[in-house]
T-cell receptor, first 110, second 112 residues
Framework: KNEVEQSPQNLTAQEGEFITINCSYS?????LHWLQQHPGGGIVSLFM???GKKKHGRLIATINIQEKHSSLHITASHPRDSAVYIC????????????FGGGTRLMVKP | SQTIHQWPATLVQPVGSPLSLECTVE??????LYWYRQAAGRGLQLLFY??????ISSEVPQNLSASRPQDRQFILSSKKLLLSDSGFYLC???????????FGPGTRLTVT
């Protein structure tokens, strides 16, 4: 079993839909990253979370440390949101190294 | 502001040929640097990380090596490429003030 699991692996939505991507982890962590990888391969950091909730534009990320679970929500989805979304954690024992989930491939259709 | 460069952007190399990918960081000093690989259809895998000049740690035994000859330069190398070395290679640095990792644009390597 992977230490960081994401669901779903693939997601297709219609423009305007509310989207949720889930991340569960089985190890102790210091913080959790949500990353976005565009079709060309480039990766950008969306959020870094250690507790609670963060919001940036139409994106919202939450984390529940006790349940070892995080969610990434996209409100009013748009075709330009189509990308792979990756959850990654900083493990307590690994210091500043990330352990990655397998990614969620999102396609938003107009 | 900090910037991370990688080159080349794409590379096609025959099996058995050598490899050298370069990563440089601007706007910071003594960064922690990382090399990741993403094979086709798979997730990111940490290959090497470095906390300083000449200090390299390897996460996965493989056909690759890394070097850090200067504070803001990180090089990924191979003496003889294998088909399985094909993939998307990403360099990243860690911002200790905010726990975030910043990724370079990546190099897409195809071994033929």
């Amino acid at each position: 079993k992977n230490e960081v699991e994401q669901s779903p692996q693939n997601l297709t939505a219609q423009e305007g839909e509310f989207i949720t991507i889930n991340c569960s982890y089985s190890v102790g962590i210091s913080a959790l990253h949500w990353l976005q990888q565009h079709p060309g391969g480039g990766i950008v950091s969306l959020f870094m979370l250690s507790s609670g909730k963060k919001k940036h534009g139409r994106l919202i990320a939450t984390i529940n440390i006790q349940e070892k679970h995080s969610s990434l929500h996209i409100t009013a989805s748009h075709p330009r949101d189509s990308a792979v979304y990756i959850c990654a954690v900083y493990r307590h024992i690994s210091g500043n190294m990330l352990t990655f989930g397998g990614g969620t491939r999102l396609m938003v259709k107009p | 502001s900090q910037t991370i460069h990688q080159w080349p952007a794409t590379l096609v190399q025959p099996v058995g040929s050598p490899l050298s990918l370069e990563c440089t960081v601007e706007g910071t000093s003594n960064p922690n640097l990382y090399w990741y690989r993403q094979a086709a259809g798979r997730g990111l895998q940490l290959l090497f990380y470095s906390v300083g000049i000449g200090q390299i740690s390897s996460e996965v035994p493989q056909n690759l090596s890394a070097s850090r000859p200067q504070d803001r330069q990180f090089i990924l190398s191979s003496k003889k490429l294998l088909l399985s070395d094909s993939g998307f290679y990403l360099c990243a640095w860690w911002g200790p003030s905010n726990y975030e990792q910043y990724f370079g644009p990546g190099t897409r390597l195809t071994v033929t």
